[in-house]
């Protein structure tokens, strides 16, 4: 059902009865498919991560985060752009993918990057780091998510905004959304280092991604029908 203004061409749609939940399910499907490939691409680069060359070290780094942010991009812009087609039926596949891509691009390296040099500069001589306790790591990958989460918000937003008014809220829901979400990814971590390698682990890495994309989607997925649920933007 569609509700017509009187402002100009603006108009404002009712959003189909079960976007919330195809839009869950499609961030479930996309995370696990995207960070499962990211997962991939950097076990497969991560002997050379100790190269003894800090240039190469850090060219591998870079190439493993530009690799698995392409692959996250696709697989979750392309996911979350079938579930946006029908209520915004204007958006273009390749600048929502494309979008998607960037920000997880930016997001992720300003995660990684940092951690990544301090591990590299680190003396292989030197005893081990003491790890530090869940109580410690799991509000720091909250306040994690809460930076980098408007990142990715953002540039998506980019694109949104063209189509709905006041889409900057959309960059606001990223934040709580990618806090709990990167407090699973930490958690689920823990789990699979306790777990060891083998194909219980493989299953269960694949039922965590599900679930971190799935509690995302379910978080900034509220402020998704609000949106698509507002006056579409004038031309121009």
Known sequence: MTITTTCGDRSAAAPPPDLWW????????GEAIGLGGTALVGLALLPRL???RMVAAVAT?????AAGTAIEGLAVGTAQWLVLR???????????AGATAAGAGIAWTAGMLPSTLLALGQDAAQA??????????????FLMGLV??????GA??????RYRERAWWWIAANAPAWGCGMVLIFAGIDALVALGPGPAAAILAVI??????????AIHGLALVRLVARRAHAPG
């Open 50 to 52: 100790g190269d003894a």
């Open 61 to 65: 780094a870079a190439l493993a985060v």
């Open 86 to 96: 029908r209520p915004l039926p204007e958006l273009p596949w390749g600048r929502w």
């Open 22 to 29: 195809r839009w869950v399910a499609a961030n479930a499907a």
């Open 208 to 217: 965590l991604l599900a679930a971190v994309g799935a509690t995302v989607g």
């Open 156 to 161: 998506q937003w980019l694109v949104l905004r």
């Open 148 to 153: 980098l989460g408007p990142v990715l918000g």
């Open 128 to 141: 081990p780091a003491t790890e530090p306790s869940a109580a410690v790591v799991y509000p720091l990958a």
